[in-house]
């Protein structure tokens, strides 16, 4: 129905009569593009497509053309020439300047000196149509900053839902590590973006991956009190024993902070209420220590041990007291925690005070 072929005669695409409503009704170029887009892997902005030395326009039909049989397409190579211009254009969301650098073969992988690419800024400002337009300009979808953070993770740090969605269907790497060790997953978690992070676990983001203190998304929601995101990553499977390197569980976290919701919510999916850190401290401990009594009387209700020491036999009870926890020691001597238990002899109360239980 509709031969493409090169210069050289080299057969590239051929539309049937399975295409025959899409010829009827499209305009030519694009079409053509989009197929030898995804046969060859060459830029829709590359490619030059003639009939009897006619350069063929995006706006071309193919009957307004004589339904011709065969035509001829060129590819041409990228140039440097307009980088300032489309990386301007990309991080102010200017399409129609961005479209014209594209079309004067500007490489759409040019970076600045802070090696970010134009696809990078316009996923990092959230314009959505622009990072289409460079994903079909074939945009390297895992360019990364000085930082080692790809457009997707950018995107997912400034809450941008649509271009997360984007770039997830486009085939970004939903587990693409920073320096830090940074996944998207764990950029959206920290900033505490929700429909980002419900997104990322759909496209089966690693909902375990740790960041360079081995800290999960479900810890840093945790740790930052969003309980309906822990909801969200527990009810996802995400491990809710997963240790920091002091062995601080996302419970632990919480607790320590005074995160009542979130305590409430790890509690119900079934974290372990006497977990210990390499302190030997449960999530009461830490709690009772910080002087956060309603999340203390909580987890005591909850069925924590009152009296499981952590590091030389110091129990929650004698933290709560010695940190001027009044109110907190006065809730665990009702709740009958025991009062006769001390710390090892040989221990340095100095240590209570530094934080290193």
Known sequence: MLRVVSFTGEHIFEAGPEDAEILATESLAPFIKRQVQKKRNVSIFCQR???????ITDGDMWQDLGRPQEIQIMFAHYVNDYADQLLGAAYAGNEEVAREVLCQLQDPNCLDSQKESPLWKACAAGHVSLAQLLHSADADLESRDVHGKTPLAAAAANNHLEVTHCLVHAGSDVNALDHERLSPLLWATQNGHLQVMRSLIDAKADKDATNDRQETPLFLVASNGYATAVRVLTEAGADKEKADECNYTPLHIAAENGHLEAVHVLIEAGASINSCTRSGATPLFVSAKRGHLKVVSLLVESGAEKDQPAMEGVTPLFAAA????????????????????RPSPNFDLQTLWSGDI
Request: aromatic residues 12%; glycine residues 4%.
């Open 49 to 55: 497509l003639l009939h009897h030395d006619h350069i």
């Open 322 to 341: 010695f940190s001027a926890r009044f109110e907190v020691a006065r809730f665990l001597v009702q709740a009958g925690a025991d009062r006769s238990r």
